[in-house]
Nanobody, 124 residues
Framework: QVHLVESGGGLVQAGGSLRLSCAAS????????MGWFRQAPGKEREFVAA????????YYADSVKGRFTISRNSAENTVYLQMDSLKFEDTAVYYC?????????????????WGQGTQVTVSS
């Protein structure tokens, strides 16, 4: 079992930056692939970014590539999402998730555990 807690969301003007954190509490020292998804009102949850167990490989949605950066501190069981040049359309609830068994990268069904989400609101 794992408990994921996101933090760092808030209100920011377009062009600004936010840094989201996801703290994972779990037994043992194994690391897992972690991801970030987001869900805007009236829309389906969509993939934002993911990072491999070692942190060497990262994956991004086209809509955030070049603006968002995912990273991890495995010693602290924490994953980060640095969001720069924010746009109004980035407004959503952002969810952290963890994958225990590889089944792909870009779909909600690929991940086994989810946090409660943190709201990001970008004002235009």
């Amino acid at each position: 079992q794992v408990h994921l807690v996101e933090s760092g969301g808030g209100l920011v003007q377009a062009g600004g930056s936010l840094r989201l954190s996801c703290a994972a509490s779990r037994r043992g020292f194994t690391t897992y692939t972690m991801g970030w998804f987001r869900q805007a009102p009236g829309k389906e949850r969509e993939f934002v970014a993911a990072i491999s167990t070692t942190g060497v490989s990262t994956y991004y949605a086209d809509s955030v590539k070049g603006r968002f950066t995912i990273s991890r501190n495995s010693a602290e069981n924490t994953v980060y999402l640095q969001m720069d040049s924010l746009k109004f359309e980035d407004t959503a609830v952002y969810y952290c998730c963890e994958q225990r068994t590889y089944s792909g990268t870009y779909y909600c069904s690929n991940y086994d555990y989810w946090g409660q989400g943190t709201q990001v609101t970008v004002s235009s």
